[in-house]
């Protein structure tokens, strides 16, 4: 079965920089774009960045120039590096992706992947 683990959350400063991964199994992993979003409370899933099979990312426009996101196939990884934290990034964050059974593309939208993992916490203090 479809098994996304998210891990390397924690707790840093504002201006620092975490790295947070998801390690994927059940699928083949190369052929799925990825995505990373995050849920603060009482919020929707906000997408944060995603990268499709070839390595070609998207960002929201609130991280665009602080997030990278990267994959490593024959790792079966996903990677947000995050710097230049705020306050405001303080969050769970997902990882996720489609079902292989459609097409699989990059959605911005919670609703249209299929898979989540069970998402690690972010917190950046002031």
């Known amino acids: 079965q479809v098994q996304l683990v998210e891990s390397g959350g924690g707790l840093v400063q504002a201006g620092g920089s975490l790295s947070v991964s998801c390690a994927a199994s059940g699928f083949i992993f190369s052929d799925h774009p990825m995505h990373w979003f995050r849920r603060t409370p009482g919020k929707e899933r906000e997408f944060v960045a995603a990268?499709?099979?070839?390595?070609?990312?998207t960002y929201a426009d609130s991280v665009k120039g602080r997030f990278t996101i990267d994959r490593d196939n024959a790792k079966n990884t996903l990677y947000l590096q995050m710097n230049s934290l705020k306050p405001e990034d303080t969050a769970v964050y997902y990882c996720a992706t489609m079902s292989s059974g459609r097409l699989l593309t990059i959605s911005r939208r919670a609703d249209d992947l299929d898979y989540w993992g069970k998402g690690t916490p972010v917190t950046v203090s002031t």
């Open positions: 990268i499709s099979r070839i390595g070609i990312s």
